[in-house]
Nanobody, 126 residues
Framework: QVQLVESGGGLVQVGGSLRLSCVFS????????MGWFRQAPGKEREFVAT????????YYADSVKGRFTISRDNAENTVALQMNSLKPEDTAVYYC???????????????????WGQGTQVTVSS
């Protein structure tokens, strides 16, 4: 059974940094595009960042562009989200997700993703 396990969330002050990690349980990871999404209290889940299977293509939501960086290590079955210059509006539960289309393009659309982690809380205090 495929599992995605996020870690690295926590409480940080405005302007601080956090690094989220997500471990995928299967070796098929190397063929899948991966994404990060987030859901703030009372809001719908929204796209944050995505990376294609090779790591050669990445896309970001405008709200995080220039502050967040997505990366992956196919040897370790992990995808990471480096978050810098954090703002209170970044407070949310962050989810990693996998698009099981082999060698597909990176996508920002939630419905394209087949597997989801359980989420990790990020709280930015002002």
């Amino acid at each position: 059974q495929v599992q995605l396990v996020e870690s690295g969330g926590g409480l940080v002050q405005v302007g601080g940094s956090l690094r989220l990690s997500c471990v995928f349980s299967e070796r098929t990871f190397r063929r899948y595009s991966m994404g990060w999404f987030r859901q703030a209290p009372g809001k719908e889940r929204e796209f944050v960042a995505t990376i294609n299977w090779s790591g050669g293509s990445t896309y970001y939501a405008d709200s995080v562009k220039g502050r967040f960086t997505i990366s992956r290590d196919n040897a370790e079955n992990t995808v990471a989200l480096q978050m810098n210059s954090l703002k209170p509006e970044d407070t949310a539960v962050y989810y990693c997700a996998a698009d099981a289309t082999p060698l597909g393009i990176a996508t920002m659309f939630e419905h394209d993703y087949d597997y989801w982690g359980q989420g990790t809380q990020v709280t930015v205090s002002s």
